[in-house]
């Protein structure tokens, strides 16, 4: 019953194959192996989009604030949503990365920036002294920190406002695969074909082992990601081990039926909470995240039992507020005993 966060799910038999495969003799190093050039070409012709440019890392923060340091001036300002990974989990990690642009966060539900408070958000800094310059790059994430997923249209009116203002947007994809196949769209459908320049295409959530990429779809974009990546770290020696994860992960459609199996246990437990006395369900369920209110003692047998999840303040004093995130690897079974101890009485 473990429904702290998809990174506590173990790493796909698939992708441990994968990596027993690669791990035969000498390759070589930071790149510029076979297997991290096969998979520029496969992401390439998996996202319809030739002149790519693709880099691999081992943290979602790392892709997030090297591609928004790429995108950004130091003295712009970067627009997320108020409750976006980059604004409240990443100790200001982009503002250092971009050497000081500050993250400005905007309203919306579900973690989705509402574009009429992102054109306002925009228009005020455009309205001051120096225009067009302070406004940086728009980042939106695709599952929402909140659970939620944007529409094609709902991303396209995000992008339009970037493009509007002249600067570029950039895609937090964490959970990029888990917001797919719900849309049951394209990658390049929901990328840049919607408007997003670059992408953080996680895989670590969804079965790989700390392997995560940017994707620059305009290469003009990319050229200073490189030296960005090695001056701050982040430039890995060992990436044929990254590429290999990643590769298996595409075969066969591997990644979707990941992201399918933590969706679908999400579903199931939305489905047995609902309408369960001293369960609140917040909003419904979009990809493989539920946000919930539980009565204490309910919160306070399912600790018991070992359940794990994280809790935080609810809204009312004799509830907790439970987060509950699915994973590849969750069964029937752990869910079926999570809501057995719900429905328990104390
Ligand atoms: C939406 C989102 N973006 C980025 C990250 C950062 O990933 P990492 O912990 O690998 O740095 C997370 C991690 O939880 C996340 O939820």
Redesign the pocket.
Known sequence: MHFA?D?AGPVAPEIMDALIRANDGHAMAYGTDHLTQALESRLRELFEAPEARVFLL???????VLALATLTDPWQSVFCHRD???EV??CNAPEFYTGGAKLIGVDGPTGKIDPGALRSAMASLSDQASPDTRCGTVSL?Q???LGGVYTLDHIRAVTDIAREFGVPAHM?G??FANALVELDCSPAGMTWQAGIDAL?F?G??NGLM?A?AVIFFNPAHAYEFEHRRRRGAHLSSKQRYIAAQYLAYLDDGLWLDLARRANRAAARLEAGLKGLAGVTLVHPREANMLFTELARPIHARLRDAGAVYYASKASRDDYVAARLVTNWATTDADVDAFLAIVRSEG
């Open positions: 966060s990174n081992t943290t979602g923060t790392a892709t997030n976006a990974h980059i989990s990443e994430t599952v929402t920190d937090d964490a959970r953080s996680g670590t959530k700390s995560e």
